[in-house]
C-alpha cells in the first residue's frame, strides 16, 4: 500500500481466465464506488497467465502481463495476491510464496482449501497474513462469511447445502421436461453449465469439496475429505425422479452438515435426496445454490444464489479483497481468522450408522409371495415400512412389477444389507434404486 493521502492496494492476480477476467473488469469498472466504500482504492497491478497474448475483452496495461507467477508474488509492488490458477500444484507453491514474502492471497480454490487447508491456516498464521477464500463454496453466495462471522454466536446444529449448479441443472431439467440423465447433461453442456469433462460435478467432488470447508468451519476441525461418503447423479433415473415427484419431493445432490450433540460425531456427507416439495431447497432450480442453515440462536437461515459464473464468483472475490484492504488499512491482519480449532466434537459418524428414511425402487417378478419375502427381509433386519406402492407393468406381467417403499428412519447399514438380501433372490428382476429422504432439515 502507498502513502499517497488516498491509499491504494495494489493485486497480484495469478489466473487470466474467466474469473481473473471479472475481477480486472469489475475492479476497472467499479473503482470509484468501491474507493468510495473503503476509504481506499483496489488496483490491478500484475497479472500472470501462461497465454498474454489473448484479449480478454477489458484493458490490460502492457506492464501488467507476465507468464511467470512467482515474478507477480515476489514484486514489491503488489500488496495482495489473488490466485485463480486452481488445481492444487503450483496453486499451492504461488500461495506459500506469497505467504513467505508478508502478503495476504485470496483464493476461489476449492480443492486446495479442502486438500491442503490446514497446512496454508498454518503457513497465514506464521506469518501473520490474511487468507480469505468465500469465493470457494457457492460462488457469490456469502455462507463462509457468515459461518465465521455472522453466525458466530451460534452453535451450528446443521447445514444443508445444494452446492453445485451444473448438477442442479440436471436434476431440474430431468424433473420439468422429464428427460433422462444423459439428456440433461448434454443440454447442460451445450448451455455452456457443464464443463468439457464433467466428471468432477456430477460424480459429487465438487459438492463434496465445498462440504468439507463448510462443515470444517462450523464444527472447529478439519475434515478429512477421504471420510466423507460421496455419491453423484450418475446412476440417476428419470423413473425414480418421477416417482419422487409422484410422493411429493424433488430430488437434489445435498450436502449433509449435522451435529447431534455436543461431543459427539458430526455427519458430512455428500448423495442425491429427496426433500418435501414444500422445503425451500426444493424450490431452488436451475444453475442456483443455496445453503440453509439452523443455529441454537439464529435459528433457520437460508443463503442463496448464483453458485458460479463469472460475476458471481467475482464478486465474491472482490468482497474478500475488500475485507483484506480494510486490514490493511486499519493495520489489523488476521482480525477474523482463516480457521480456529475448537474441540466440542469427535470427529465424524461413518455413513453406516447414519439413520434417515429412504425410498427404494425395485423390479419384481409378478408372482404370489415375492412381496411376503421382501417384507420378511426388512423385517428381519427392523426396518419398518411407511409405504408401498405397485405399479403395474405396461406391457404384462413377464416383465413384473415396480415396488416402491418408502421407509420410517432406519440405519443406512440396515438398510444396504436387506438391499443386498432382496437384490439376490431369483424374484428380483435387476439392482434396486435406493434414495435418502431428508426431511429433519425441516427443523435442523
Aim: with cysteine; hydrophobic share 45%; charged share 20%.
Amino acid at each position: 500500500m502507498d502513502g499517497s493521502k488516498k491509499p491504494v492496494v495494489r493485486v497480484g492476480l495469478l489466473g487470466f481466465g474467466t474469473i481473473g477476467t471479472g475481477v480486472v473488469g469489475h475492479l476497472i469498472g467499479q473503482r470509484q464506488l468501491i474507493a468510495d466504500r473503503l476509504g481506499c482504492s483496489i488496483e490491478i497491478a500484475r497479472i500472470a497467465d501462461l497465454d498474454i497474448e489473448r484479449d480478454r475483452g477489458v484493458k490490460v496495461e502492457p506492464g501488467w502481463m507476465t507468464r511467470d507467477a512467482f515474478e507477480v508474488v515476489r514484486d514489491p509492488n503488489v500488496d495482495v495476491v489473488v490466485e485463480l490458477i486452481g488445481g492444487t500444484g503450483i496453486a499451492k507453491a504461488v500461495i506459500l510464496e506469497a505467504f513467505r514474502n508478508g502478503k495476504p492471497v485470496v483464493t476461489a480454490n476449492k480443492a486446495l482449501i479442502c486438500e491442503h487447508g490446514p497446512e496454508l491456516f498454518e503457513a497465514a498464521r506464521a506469518a501473520g497474513q490474511d487468507f480469505y477464500f468465500e469465493a470457494s463454496v457457492g460462488g457469490g453466495i456469502p455462507i463462509i462469511k457468515d459461518l465465521r462471522e455472522g453466525l458466530v454466536g451460534n452453535q451450528i446444529q446443521s447445514v444443508y447445502g445444494i452446492l453445485n449448479g451444473t448438477c442442479n441443472y440436471i436434476l431440474t431439467r430431468m424433473a420439468e421436461a422429464g428427460l433422462d440423465f444423459d439428456q440433461a447433461l448434454a443440454e447442460a453442456s451445450q448451455k455452456g453449465y457443464a464443463e468439457a469433462d464433467p466428471s468432477l460435478d456430477i460424480d459429487g467432488i465438487d459438492t463434496m469439496h465445498k462440504a468439507v470447508i463448510l462443515a470444517s468451519l462450523a464444527y472447529g476441525f478439519w475434515v478429512d475429505y477421504q471420510e466423507v461418503y460421496t455419491e453423484g447423479i450418475r446412476s440417476l433415473q428419470a423413473i425414480d425422479i418421477a416417482c419422487a415427484q409422484e410422493l411429493g419431493y424433488e430430488v437434489k445432490l445435498l450436502a449433509v452438515i449435522r451435529a447431534g450433540s455436543t461431543g459427539g460425531p458430526v455427519e458430512v456427507r455428500v448423495h442425491p435426496a429427496m426433500l418435501p416439495k414444500d422445503h425451500i431447497l426444493a424450490s431452488v432450480r436451475g444453475v442456483y445454490n443455496a445453503a440453509f442453515t439452523t443455529g441454537d440462536v439464529v435459528g433457520q437461515h437460508l443463503a442463496f444464489g448464483r453458485g458460479a459464473g463469472m460475476d458471481a464468483t467475482t464478486s465474491s472475490v472482490i468482497a474478500d479483497l475488500a475485507d483484506i484492504s480494510l486490514n490493511m488499512l486499519h493495520q489489523c491482519p488476521r482480525r477474523v481468522a482463516d480457521f480456529r480449532k475448537h474441540a466440542n466434537y469427535s470427529g465424524l459418524l461413518p455413513i453406516e450408522d447414519v439413520e434417515t428414511r429412504y425410498y427404494i425402487r425395485l423390479s419384481v417378478a409378478d408372482q404370489p409371495g415375492v412381496l411376503a419375502r421382501i417384507a420378511a427381509i426388512f423385517g428381519d433386519l427392523r426396518i419398518s415400512i411407511a409405504s408401498m406402492i405397485q405399479h403395474e407393468s405396461e406391457h404384462g406381467s413377464a416383465e413384473g412389477v415396480t415396488l416402491i417403499f418408502l421407509t420410517h428412519r432406519a440405519r443406512e447399514a440396515s438398510i444396504r444389507e436387506a438391499v443386498r438380501q432382496v437384490e439376490s433372490l431369483p424374484t428380483t428382476l435387476g439392482p434396486a434404486s435406493v434414495l435418502r429422504v431428508e426431511e429433519d432439515c425441516q427443523g435442523g
